[in-house]
């Protein structure tokens, strides 16, 4: 084989020179360690304190739905626990105003965002008053179809830019949706709009059992952004004041007029991909179990409040007990949501006039349920 | 008045709309400096500016996806599909995410969307161009599904699907585009969604026919009188909801129908008149209710479309079928 020219291009060595570039951010280390001094987001020590409740709040939420939905008392559920730093340190950089499109496994998010716990539940159940959004809670419905979530941001974007608002929105899939065709058009259409909005892959290794390795050639998935033309950044997903620094940084950018962000936060699901029967001694070993289990954002950022004197196992205790009587609470009030009637699914339809069938059905149904 | 055709009286909607209601948006592929690929939007982005009237990337999922996000925003989106052969690229964002907006937060949002989309046969486009996929929409819970059959309804059909609260598919067949012309009023006036129009009156026989069969009832229905059959043709205007009073009365008083579409014969809208007509009109009929449509083939290549596409002659065949049951 005859040796390359000196000056020769070469496209593969223009990839990899793209892919070297996105190294993983991190600013707490796994033994809660400030290592990235320039890019800390200075919290204050009471929303330090704050972040940290949430996410301890969040594992207990976990730990309390696996056990409920166990025993019947909550219906489909995806498991968070691993991923609190990615869900809640991304959520804590928004304001209220700003607007989340939330995958199915991204309910913590939208309950810090407003969203009533005991909605939450009935979601979770199927009971349709779970989706009754409280009017000014600015949240969509957590996305079932993988990706649909990414084009509808880029149009609430576009409308936010349309009205002159001052805010931003935020969407997550996982690492398996930025396979699907959806997730291209979302940021493309973001970037060619140039649209407050901010783009999350919670790269949690697995798309169901099938792992990130089979998703893509991309060396990264965080690299994909470059292909529409727009900011694009790796961060640590188990160290809340990275992914809180490059969240709020994205939102910043977005209101400056900067256009959209693709964020990727590398972290990992300890628990099934749901409740249905997943089981993931099928496609994990414990070893990487254990491996991500080291990294854990409650584990750093429990170490790194305790060295500030902002934590210690009283406070933590607190909030679990605060989260298990919330919880109970919350299940109360989801189990005293009236009975579900075919009218109610029929009234609910439409905005407008109600179509002929749709009327005569009412009444039909109407009737039936009277009896 | 002026003499518009079906493509001027669809401008001249948007145009009504676009005045009307500031979240009225216009958007699409090439439907901004281009005026779209059929001039339906032609002169709307000069007039109303680049920020209501605007060319999107070409994707239709996108497309979509970017309504769903307006209609959440407070906007009144009217996005359009290039050519509804296309809808499979868009099928998620609507009968898997506007149909469902309102249901799925029970009641909370809404989705004030109308899709636009050119379908229909006859005019030698490439494949995925021109199929009749009404009936899909159709049997999507959630969506109102409107047809115009010339200019005058048209304009009126479309501001209604407009100011409609619900997601509309609103389907212009593309022959009608520029075949004819009628008198259409310059000031605004909405038909109202749901509403059959009967376009001629008859007491021998009830034609059930939308889009492009109007015309070809309406010539059906001439050849039959001259054999002295008195025909009734009913515009259904909207595929879905149907117009089932209008239908039945019409039913009542001939004994006797048949329904006609563009589309393939199996499901479909005509079926489901015809399911309609047995179910609340069984007693009134003097002969089983027929269809007239395609045959069950993918819709062909332009040179064999003509011979494919179901057109007066057959709906002639049919009725006398019925007539002399």
Request: glycine share 8%; aromatic share 8%; hydrophobic share 40%.
């Amino acid at each position: 084989m005859a040796a390359k020219k000196a000056n020769a291009f070469d496209p593969e060595q223009n990839l990899r020179e793209i892919e070297d570039k996105f190294e993983m951010l991190q600013i707490l280390n796994e033994d809660g360690e400030i290592i990235n001094k320039e890019m800390d987001p200075g919290l204050s020590d009471e929303q330090l304190t704050e972040l940290m409740t949430r996410m301890v709040w969040t594992r207990i939420l976990d730990q309390r739905s696996i056990s409920l939905n166990r025993q019947g008392r909550l219906g489909f559920y995806a498991p968070t626990a691993g991923q609190e730093a990615s869900q809640l340190a991304s959520q804590f950089a928004l304001e209220s105003e700003d607007f989340i499109l939330p995958g199915y496994r991204d309910v913590p998010q939208i309950i810090f965002h407003g969203l009533p716990l005991e909605q939450a539940f009935l979601w979770s159940r199927g009971h349709f008053q779970g989706s009754d959004v409280p009017d000014g809670v600015n949240i969509f419905l957590p996305q079932i179809i993988i990706g649909a979530q990414y084009i509808q941001a880029a149009g609430v974007a576009l409308g936010k830019q349309k009205r002159g608002e001052k805010s931003v929105v935020i969407t997550y899939t996982g690492d398996g949706g930025t396979s699907q065709g959806d997730f291209y058009e979302g940021i493309n259409f973001a970037g060619a709009f140039n649209s407050p909005a901010i783009f999350i892959i919670q790269n949690n290794q697995y798309a169901i059992s099938t792992p990130r390795s089979l998703q893509t050639k991309a060396k990264t998935l965080a690299q994909k952004g470059i292909s529409a033309g727009i900011p694009s950044v790796l961060v640590d997903g188990m160290d809340p004041l990275a992914v809180y620094a490059v969240t709020k940084q994205a939102r910043e950018r977005a209101l400056n007029g900067g256009g959209p962000t693709l964020i990727e936060t590398m972290c990992y699901r300890y628990g099934p991909h749901t409740m249905a029967g997943d089981d993931p001694t099928r496609y994990r070993t414990s070893e990487t179990d254990s491996e991500w289990e080291k990294r854990d954002p409650l584990i750093r950022f429990r170490k790194y409040l305790e060295g500030k004197g902002l934590w210690n196992e009283e406070k933590e205790n607190e909030v679990i007990d605060r989260a298990k009587e919330e919880i109970k609470a919350a299940i109360k009030k989801a189990d005293a949501a009236p009975k579900q009637k075919v009218s109610d699914f029929l009234n609910i339809m439409y905005r407008g006039d109600m179509p002929q069938n749709v009327k005569e059905q009412l009444d039909i149904y109407t009737k039936k349920e009277s009896k | 008045m002026a003499q518009m055709t079906m493509i001027q009286a669809i401008t001249d909607a948007l145009r009504t709309e676009l005045k009307n209601d500031e979240n009225v948006l216009v958007f699409g592929e090439d439907v901004g400096v281009n005026g779209g690929v059929f001039r339906a939007t032609e002169g709307l982005q000069k007039e109303f500016g680049e920020d209501r009237v605007f060319d999107t990337p070409l994707a239709e999922s996108g497309i979509g996806g970017l309504a769903v996000g307006l209609a959440l925003q407070g906007f009144r989106p009217v996005p359009e599909i290039q050519f509804f052969g296309f809808v499979y690229e868009v099928m998620d964002s609507i009968s898997g995410q506007l149909a469902r907006m309102s249901f799925r937060s029970a009641g909370h949002f809404h989705a004030p969307v109308t899709i636009r989309s050119p379908f229909g046969g006859g005019v030698a486009t490439p494949e995925m161009h021109a199929d009749s996929l009404e009936g899909l929409m159709a049997q999507q819970p959630g969506l109102k599904v409107v047809i115009p059959s010339g200019p005058y309804d048209a304009k009126g059909l479309l501001i209604s699907a407009i100011r409609d609260e619900d997601p509309v598919i609103y389907l212009e067949h593309m022959k009608l585009y520029r075949s004819f012309r009628e008198e259409v009023p310059e000031e605004e006036y909405t038909i109202p969604l749901g509403k059959a129009n009967v376009k001629k009156e008859g007491t021998d026989l009830s034609i059930f026919a939308y889009g492009a069969m109007v015309r070809e009832s309406l010539k059906a229905a001439e050849e039959l009188e001259k054999e002295g059959h008195s025909v009734e043709v009913v515009d259904l205007r909207t595929v879905q909801p149907l117009d089932i009073d209008t239908i039945i009365s019409s039913v009542e008083k001939t004994n006797r129908a048949i329904v006609v579409q563009e589309a393939q014969r199996q499901a479909g809208i005509a079926a489901n008149v015809v399911a309609e007509i047995t179910e609340r009109a069984i007693l009134s009929l003097e002969a089983p209710v027929l269809r007239v449509t395609a045959p069950d083939t993918i819709y062909p290549y332009a040179q064999g479309e003509n011979a494919w596409l179901p057109g007066a002659k057959d709906i002639v065949e049919t009725a006398k079928k019925v007539l002399e049951f």
